[in-house]
C-alpha cells in the first residue's frame, strides 16, 4: 500500500504494454484540474493522478531497469517525488512528459546510487559470486521487450528514451550524463544487439 492506500500492485498488471507517451506530449495545455486539486494538497486527487499514469511510468521504468520487482520501487520512487514536487509543476509541458522526466530523473539517480555503493563494496577472488549474466530463454518466440530487458544498461536505456520515448540525443545526453557521440554508439549498439536476436 502507497501512502495514498493505493496498492501498486493493482495496476502493474496490464502496464508493461509498449506506449509513447511523447506522443500527446507536444501541446503545452491548460493544468488539468486533478493537478490543481493536488498541488493544494488534495490526496483524492493525487491518487486519481497515480491511477491514471502508474501503468506508464511502471513501463518506462521496467525498461530502464529491466526487472519488474525493482521497477515496481522506481515507480513508487516517482510518485513520491512527484508528491514532494507537484507544487513546482508549472503547466510548461503535459503532466505526462513532466512526469515522464521525473521517472527518468528517479531512474538516473538511482543508478549513481547503486554505482557509488558497489565501488564500496569488497572484492573478492570467488569466481561464484560474480554476477551472472541474465539467463536467455531458448524459446524460439523471442519478444521485443524481453530482448530489449538483456540489452547492456548503456544501450537499454539510450534505446528507450530515443526509440520508445522519442527523446533527441542532446535530450538523452542532458537526462543521463553522457555526451551526445555516446548516445548515438549506444543506439547504434543496442540496434545491432536486437537485429541479430530477432533475426
Keep these: 500500500m502507497t501512502?495514498?492506500?493505493v496498492s501498486p500492485l493493482v495496476f502493474m498488471h496490464g502496464a508493461a504494454t509498449p506506449l509513447t507517451l511523447r506522443a500527446a506530449d507536444s501541446a503545452a495545455p491548460e493544468i488539468e484540474p486533478a493537478v490543481q486539486a493536488a498541488q493544494s494538497?488534495?490526496?483524492?486527487?493525487?491518487?486519481?493522478?497515480?491511477?491514471?499514469?502508474?501503468?506508464?511510468?511502471?513501463?518506462?521504468?521496467?525498461?530502464?531497469?529491466?526487472?519488474?520487482?525493482?521497477?515496481?520501487q522506481l515507480t513508487q520512487d516517482t510518485f513520491v517525488r512527484a508528491w514532494e514536487r507537484i507544487a513546482t509543476y508549472r503547466g510548461e509541458s503535459t503532466f505526462a512528459?513532466?512526469?515522464?522526466?521525473?521517472?527518468?530523473?528517479?531512474?538516473?539517480?538511482?543508478r549513481r546510487t547503486a554505482s557509488r555503493r558497489s565501488r564500496r563494496?569488497?572484492?573478492?577472488?570467488?569466481?561464484?559470486?560474480?554476477?551472472?549474466?541474465l539467463d536467455r530463454s531458448d524459446d524460439v518466440d523471442i519478444d521485443l521487450e524481453r530482448a530489449i530487458a538483456r540489452l547492456p544498461e548503456g544501450a537499454r536505456t539510450v534505446f528507450v528514451l530515443h526509440a520508445i520515448e522519442g527523446y533527441r540525443h542532446d535530450e538523452i545526453a542532458e537526462l543521463?550524463?553522457?555526451?551526445?557521440?555516446?548516445?548515438?554508439?549506444?543506439?547504434?549498439?543496442?540496434?545491432?544487439?536486437?537485429?541479430?536476436?530477432?533475426?
Design 121 to 133: 563494496v569488497v572484492t573478492t577472488d570467488d569466481e561464484t559470486l560474480a554476477a551472472a549474466p
Design 97 to 110: 512528459a513532466w512526469l515522464r522526466r521525473l521517472a527518468i530523473n528517479v531512474v538516473m539517480a538511482e
Design 3 to 5: 501512502a495514498l492506500g
Design 176 to 199: 543521463t550524463g553522457i555526451a551526445e557521440g555516446t548516445s548515438r554508439a549506444h543506439l547504434h549498439r543496442a540496434r545491432e544487439i536486437l537485429k541479430k536476436e530477432l533475426t
Design 41 to 72: 494538497g488534495d490526496l483524492t486527487a493525487f491518487a486519481r493522478i497515480y491511477r491514471e499514469h502508474v501503468g506508464r511510468v511502471y513501463a518506462l521504468c521496467i525498461r530502464l531497469s529491466a526487472d519488474r520487482v525493482f521497477a515496481e
